[in-house]
C-alpha cells in the first residue's frame, strides 16, 4: 500500500515498530490478515474481510469518501486522514496567486514574451480584505501566512460560532455580506451539500468589481458558467483556479482564453514534504497506541 518514501519515513519515525510494505496485491492480501494497523490510499471490502486483527486504517489522503467507511464503522475500524499535511504548501500557492495578481506578474511575464519595456499598474495587497471560506488545516494555513501583510480577514464557515484565526467570522447564511467587503476571495473548504454551487450569480453580483477569486477547493464550489459571465462582464477582476468544472480543464473551454485567469492542473497540492507530514502524523498516532493500547484519542480522526 505506502509507497517506498512513505515506507522508509514511518521506519524513521518508529525504530521499535514493524513497518512492512506490500508491493503487490498478494502481497497485501498476505499482511492485511494479521495487521492490526494499516496506513494506505484506500482499502476495500475484500481486504476487509481478510483483515481480522485491524484496528486503525490511517487513510493517506485527506478525504475519505472512497473508503467502505459502513463497513470500517461496522467492524471496529478507526480511520484516520491526512488532513493538514497539504496546509503549508496550499498556503504559500494562495498567497503567491493573490501576490501575482495584486503586482501584475501576469501581464509582467506577456511583456516579457513581447520583449516590451512598458509600464503597467500593479496594487497593494495592504489594506484589503481577505474571505477565506473554510477554516480547516488549509484555511488556517491560509490566514496565518496573511499575517505580517496588513490586511482584514473574514472567514466563512459551517459552525461560525467555532470562531477561528479570522478577524471576523461568518456563517454560509451571512455569506455576502463577507462577499460585499471582500477584495481577494479564497475557497477552501471541502465539496458538500452546502458548498456545492456556493459561488454562482448572484455572488458574483455581490463581490466588488476589483475582487479576485483564487480556488483551492474543489471545482464545482464555483458554478463555471456564471464565472465565465462575470469576468466576461468585468464583473470582478479576475480569477486563479487550481481546480476548475469539468476537471482536467478541456482544451477549447473559455476559461483558457481569458487575460485575467491562471490556471494550474490541480497541482496546488503537490508538496516534495507530502510523506514526511504524513509519516509524523501517522507515527505519533502509532506511538500513542503502543504506549496505551487505546485508539480513541487519535490525531486526525475521522471515523
Not at 203 to 227: H, M, Q, S, W
Request: glycine share 10%; hydrophobic share 40%; charged share 25%.
Amino acid at each position: 500500500m505506502p509507497v517506498a518514501e512513505y515506507a522508509e519515513e514511518l521506519r524513521e519515525r518508529l525504530p521499535g515498530v514493524e513497518v512492512r510494505r506490500a508491493e503487490t496485491p498478494s502481497e497485501e492480501r498476505e499482511l492485511v490478515a494479521d495487521a492490526e494497523i494499516v496506513t494506505g490510499m484506500s482499502i476495500d471490502e475484500e481486504l476487509l474481510e481478510r483483515a481480522d486483527d485491524l484496528r486503525l486504517f490511517a487513510c493517506a489522503y485527506a478525504g475519505t469518501g472512497h473508503l467502505p467507511l459502513d463497513a470500517l464503522e461496522s467492524r471496529g475500524v478507526a480511520v484516520t486522514n491526512a488532513s493538514g499535511v497539504h496546509g503549508p504548501n496550499i498556503g504559500e500557492h494562495v498567497v503567491g496567486a493573490v501576490l501575482s495578481f495584486v503586482r501584475g506578474f501576469h501581464e509582467a511575464w506577456r511583456r516579457q514574451q513581447r520583449r516590451e519595456w512598458r509600464h503597467f499598474r500593479a496594487r497593494e495587497l495592504q489594506g484589503s480584505t481577505v474571505t477565506v471560506v473554510g477554516l480547516g488545516a488549509i484555511g488556517h494555513a491560509v490566514v496565518e501566512r496573511l499575517d505580517g501583510f496588513g490586511v482584514e480577514t473574514l472567514g466563512v464557515r459551517y459552525s461560525p460560532e467555532k470562531g477561528g484565526p479570522t478577524d471576523e467570522v461568518f456563517g454560509f447564511d451571512e455569506f455576502h455580506d463577507a462577499l460585499a467587503r471582500t477584495d481577494f476571495l479564497v475557497l477552501a473548504c471541502p465539496l458538500t451539500d452546502e458548498t456545492r454551487g456556493l459561488v454562482g450569480a448572484e455572488e458574483f453580483d455581490t463581490l466588488p468589481p476589483d475582487a479576485l477569486l483564487v480556488n483551492v477547493a474543489r471545482g464545482k464550489v464555483v458554478e463555471t458558467d456564471a464565472l465565465v459571465s462575470a469576468l466576461r462582464g468585468n464583473q470582478i477582476d479576475g480569477a486563479a483556479l487550481d481546480v476548475t468544472d469539468p476537471e482536467p480543464l478541456p482544451e477549447d473551454h473559455p476559461l483558457w482564453n481569458f487575460e485575467n485567469v491562471t490556471i494550474t492542473p490541480h497541482n496546488a497540492g503537490h508538496t516534495p514534504e507530502y510523506y514526511a507530514r504524513l509519516a509524523d502524523v501517522v507515527a505519533g498516532n502509532v506511538e500513542r497506541v503502543v504506549a496505551t493500547g487505546e485508539y480513541d484519542d487519535l490525531d486526525n480522526r475521522v471515523a
